[in-house]
Structure formats: structure tokens, C-alpha cells
């Protein structure tokens, strides 16, 4: 019988995915690196890696060959009655949800990561994000409304259909293969994984420009996995 509900569960979110997500597949630049983070809003790791890490794509000229996609689900489950439970609580299932509403209203990744890296660096008052207020409705509007269980659901199917599966958060992916303990390190792998026409490569990737991350391990004490809930950092 648990069976039978988890393959009905898996059917739906894969129904729901393809409309939900199907406005989104046309390809965009066929060259760009396509770099993925799965990841939950109250994972201290998550948060660090969004804040510190990820900037540097926006921060240099490294987005001119990345395409950044971010999930916001992470080790949050899903019961046979499309129940979502996260690891952190009520509060992050809501915060997963007004970024997952955030993507959809600002599909342009920059202006969404903008968003995103703001919330995740205080979660306390999203809206202080937001400076335009018919933005701010638009958030409001999907996580008030059924929109934004739709877009949980359509990451969940995203997040549980990985293969390799995911171990822990953050869990960050480069065309589609992950980077496992040199998540950290992902500038020069995005480089590397770059094979585009070699003058656009960006400035960055020069050797000399490269940040350097000679330990960049990823010890149990960086990631979240599944079956542990950790207290919330102050």
C-alpha cells in the first residue's frame, strides 16, 4: 500500500512538473555552463553558500557563461497526501515557498538572486527585500494562493529525480553532474566545464584570477543531510 501511494505521489509531481515547469524549458544559450543549487532557506550551510559563495558570479563576469538555477526544496519531504514537511520547520517550508515565488516572478537570475541572497543573509522580514511594492504583491499573491504549493512540489520532483541522488545541502550540480566536497570550489570548475568559443570565456577564468581555494573539502560540519536536524544559527 505505501508503494502504491509513493508511485501515485511521484506521478503527480510528475504531471504537475510538466505544466508548472514547461513555460521554462525552452533553452536559453546553448553554451552556458549550467550550474544548479539544491538547497532549503534555514540550512546555515545553504545560506552561507548563497551569501558568500554564489556572488561571485554576479560579482565578476563569470554569469556571462553560467546559467544558475536555484531549487529551493532541499531535504524537505513530501507524504502520499502532497503534505510538504521541511527540516527546519514551518518557517522554512515558507521562506522555500516566497523564494520559489520569487523565481517565478523574476525569472531573470540575477534580479532573483538578488532577492534571494537578501532573505537568506535575515531571514526575519522578507519583504525587506523588496523596494517595489507591485513586486512585493506578486510574492505575496503566490504564497497566499495555491501557485506556490505547485512550485514546491514541481522542485520537489526536480530535487528527488537527481541521479545521483542527493546526499546533503547544499547540493550543487554542474551540467548535471554534482561537485560532492568541492562545492565551494565551483568558479574554476564552471570555467573548465565552459566549452563555448574561447573568447568569451571570462576574465576570471585566467588562472592568475582565479580565487584560490586549496582546501576546499566539505567536512560533515558544512553540509545538512537528511536525517539530522540542526539547530538554527544565531
Known amino acids: 500500500m505505501a508503494s502504491s501511494s509513493n508511485k501515485l505521489v511521484f ?18 544559450d546553448s553554451d552556458k555552463v549550467k550550474l ?21 558570479i554576479f560579482d565578476s563576469d563569470l554569469y556571462t557563461i553560467t546559467d ?13 497526501n502532497l503534505t510538504v514537511t521541511c527540516q527546519h520547520g514551518e518557517e522554512e517550508c515558507k521562506l522555500n515557498a516566497i523564494e520559489a515565488c520569487a523565481i ?17 543573509n535575515d531571514t526575519k522580514d522578507w519583504t525587506s527585500c523588496v523596494k517595489d511594492s507591485s513586486r512585493e504583491k506578486a510574492i505575496s499573491d ?5 501557485l506556490s504549493k505547485k512550485l514546491i512540489l514541481g522542485y520537489a520532483k526536480q530535487t528527488l529525480a537527481l541521479k545521483p541522488k542527493k546526499q546533503y545541502v547544499p547540493w ?38 582565479l580565487p584560490k581555494c586549496p582546501e576546499s573539502k566539505v567536512s560533515k560540519l558544512q553540509v545538512s543531510y537528511a536525517d539530522e536536524v540542526k539547530k538554527l544559527l544565531k
Open 172 to 209: 550543487v550540480t554542474i551540467n548535471g553532474e554534482p561537485l560532492f566536497d568541492n562545492y565551494k570550489d565551483f568558479v574554476p570548475q564552471v570555467c573548465k566545464a565552459y566549452k563555448g568559443n574561447a573568447a568569451d570565456l571570462p576574465k576570471i577564468c585566467n588562472s592568475s584570477a
Open 142 to 146: 503566490c504564497y497566499n494562493g495555491d
Open 104 to 120: 517565478r516572478a523574476w525569472p531573470n537570475p540575477k534580479l532573483h538572486y538578488t532577492f534571494i541572497r537578501c532573505v537568506e
Open 68 to 80: 544558475l538555477k536555484l531549487i529551493p526544496f532541499g531535504n524537505a519531504k513530501v507524504s502520499s
Open 11 to 28: 506521478f503527480f509531481l510528475a504531471c504537475l512538473f510538466m505544466f508548472t515547469f514547461s513555460d521554462n524549458l525552452v533553452a536559453g
Open 36 to 56: 544548479n543549487l539544491y538547497y532549503e532557506s534555514l540550512c546555515p550551510f545553504c545560506q552561507d553558500f548563497i551569501v558568500n559563495d554564489l556572488v561571485k
